[in-house]
Structures are given as C-alpha cells and as structure tokens.
C-alpha cells in the first residue's frame, strides 16, 4: 500500500514520503491487488470487482476512524491479473498526533478472495484556524 498524493493510472503514484499527514487533511490510500479474481463481461471482457474498507488503526492496532464500504470495478479485454484500488481518505480533525496505519481490507464479493494490507502514517496537530 501506498500514501499518496496523486493517482494516474496503475502504478503510476506520486508517494508522499514520509507518509505524514495533519489531522483535518487528505490523502490517498492506494493498494495494487495482484492475482484478483475476474469474471466474463460483455465483449469479449472481463471485469474485477472489489468490495473495501478503509480504516486508520492506532498504535494498539484498533480503528480510530472507518471508512467504507466502497465497491469498485474495472472492466477491460484479458488478460487482466491485477487491479488497483485508490481512495481519498480524509483525516480526522479530531485524530490526536501520533503514529497510525491505515489499512485496505479488499474483498471480491463472489469468490470471497481477499487482501488486507498496511501502511504507516505519522498524523500530525492541525494547523491552528484563524
């Protein structure tokens, strides 16, 4: 999984490394999802489908905000072994600094295959308002 800023295609990311963000602002949680199940579509195609959530874990490893959940699909000629999927995740105004992780629980919906995966984020105080 990847923090990012900008998302142009699969794998073409723009990592924002350190991954630290303040709370009250933006990223993209960004994860490639190798070997995903597809199924036949119209025209010769095939389609993956994804069912996720999002979700920043504590240091304890317990949510401290969900997101979720989203579905997603892609359709294109085969062979298609890998898909992606890419999510603006707002950070919590109200998240206190420290050390989390953000994570991706992916599902496809009819084959029950799934991915989890991690990774660390360093959130940050919010900028003081005016």
Do not use: C, Q
Request: hydrophobic share 45%.
């Amino acid at each position: 999984m990847t923090i990012a800023s900008k998302v142009r295609a699969f794998g073409d990311v723009v990592a924002i490394a350190p991954a630290s963000k303040s709370a009250g602002s933006s990223f993209i949680a960004y994860v490639e999802l190798a070997n995903w199940p597809t199924r036949p579509a119209a025209g010769g195609k095939v389609t993956a489908l994804v069912r996720y959530d999002v979700r920043i874990l504590d240091a304890d490893g317990l949510p401290a905000a969900s997101f979720g959940p989203f579905t997603a699909s892609h359709t294109a000629p085969p062979p298609v072994v890998d898909n992606f999927v890419a999510r603006v995740v707002k950070v919590p105004a109200t998240l206190p600094p420290g050390r989390y992780a953000v994570e991706i629980d992916a599902t496809d919906p009819e084959t029950g295959a799934r991915a989890r995966t991690t990774a660390a984020l360093e959130v940050t105080a919010a900028p003081p308002t005016r």
